[in-house]
Structure formats: C-alpha cells, structure tokens
C-alpha cells in the first residue's frame, strides 16, 4: 500500500502567517490523485482539494494545493482563526486508499 | 443539502457484534458509492470499508475483513456496517462517507461528505 508520510507533525503559527503543508508518498501517486482534508477538533473530516490542486465547493482561495510523484504541499496563504485545524492528505491512486497521519496546525 | 447520519454505535465486549447504519439524503443515493473510515482515539483516518452504489464489488481493509460486512439498501437510502468478532483495537469513531469511486470501485475516489461518526467502543 501507499505510505502517505505528513510534515511536520505540529506547525504553531500566528494569525494571518503562512502556513505550509508537505505530504510526501512511498511510491508515486498517479494521475494526481490526492487529496487533503480539514479536521477541527470534535467534528468530523472535511474535504478541502482533490486531484491535488483542486478546491472543493465553498473552500476558500486562501487553501491551495500543488505537487506531483510522491511531493504534495496544501499552503494556507494567511491563517484565520477557523483555520486553526488539523490536515490530512489522502491517496486515491490505488487501493486500499489510504491517508496520511495529520498535521496539526495550532495557535503560536 | 447533502446529510449522513450514523447510528448503532455503543460499549461491546470483545468478540461480540455490532450493526451501525448510516441514513443518507440530499443526493441520489443509489447513484454513489459510499464508505466507512474509522478514527482510534487520538489518530488518524482509516478507510475500513466501500461499497458501490448498485452493492457490487465490496472492499476492505486487511484489519477488518473477513469480520466486517458492508451492505446497502438504496430503497432505504441506508448504509450498513456489520462487525462481528470485534476487538480492543476496533474501538474508534465511525463515519459513513460519500464516495466518489467510480468503475465499481475499480477506480477509487476521494470522500466529498462526511456524517459525524458513531463512537464504538470494544472493552470487558
């Protein structure tokens, strides 16, 4: 199956920072397929982009997403409060699908 | 609006059963494939199960097959998930997921909704 490995496993940033998220895969992910999710403590998972760089209905512009092969980032251009979170990327290459395990962006 | 609502969650010994089910509305539910991913205490996502919209073609993850079942009942516009032989590590928050896998699920998709999980708990 394909290892999903995040980095770094906590970013502690300031309002309105950037916000820089690496997904890197034990093998290359095809066609592009992969996506990230948003988790906030309590609630359940919400899915952000697909297909790398592809935001979900009603997602804001600030989320954007980029990569290829086995390199992905999801960049948060200027952190919101509600942004405070943790992310999760996942693969759709091949089964069994599988995801990565999480970055925690907290309040610095 | 699309909404997925899990139930049948709850403390269960191990080696015993448990059926969850997930009510679906706002979309054509016989059209999509859906999901089960389930969420230990304090970790990550994992998927545990899908099924195709017509029921064809079910998988799963090597930690739950052969004792957890996925089933549908489109007329119903429910999702099920039996688990039998439950163990400690099963203990975690279900949730059913709106899929997008196409093919039968020979081409896996990503998840566009989620529910809000069910919490099962395995413990003597």
């Known amino acids: 199956e394909i290892v999903l490995t995040q980095s770094p496993g906590t970013l502690s940033l300031s309002p309105g920072e950037r916000a820089t998220l690496s997904c890197r895969a034990s093998q290359s992910v095809s066609s592009n397929y992969l996506a990230w999710y948003q988790q906030i403590p309590g609630q359940a998972p919400r899915l952000l982009i697909y297909?790398?760089?592809t935001r979900a209905t009603g997602i804001p512009d600030r989320f954007s997403g980029s990569g290829s092969g086995t390199d992905f980032t999801l960049t948060i251009s200027r952190l919101e409060p509600e942004d405070f979170a943790v992310y999760y990327c996942?693969?759709?290459?091949?089964?069994?699908?599988?995801f990565g395990q999480g970055t925690k962006v907290e309040i610095k | 609006d699309v909404q997925l609502l899990e139930s049948g969650g709850g403390l269960v010994q191990p080696g015993r059963s448990l059926r969850l089910s997930c009510a679906a509305s706002g979309f054509t539910f016989s059209s999509y494939a859906m999901s089960w991913v389930r969420q230990a205490p304090g970790k990550g996502l994992e998927w545990v199960s899908a099924i195709s919209g017509n029921g064809a073609g079910p998988n799963y993850a090597d930690s739950v097959k052969g004792r957890f079942t996925i089933s549908r009942d489109n007329s119903k516009n429910t999702l099920f998930l039996q688990m039998n032989s439950l163990r400690a590590e099963d203990t975690a928050i279900y949730y059913c997921?709106?899929?997008?896998?196409?093919?039968?699920?020979?081409?896996?998709?990503?998840?566009?909704?989620w529910g809000q999980g069910t919490v099962v708990t395995v413990s003597s």
């Open positions: 297909g790398v760089s």
């Open positions: 997921a709106k899929d997008l896998s196409r093919e039968q699920l020979v081409r896996p998709g990503f998840f566009d909704y």
């Open positions: 996942q693969q759709y290459s091949r089964s069994p699908r599988t």
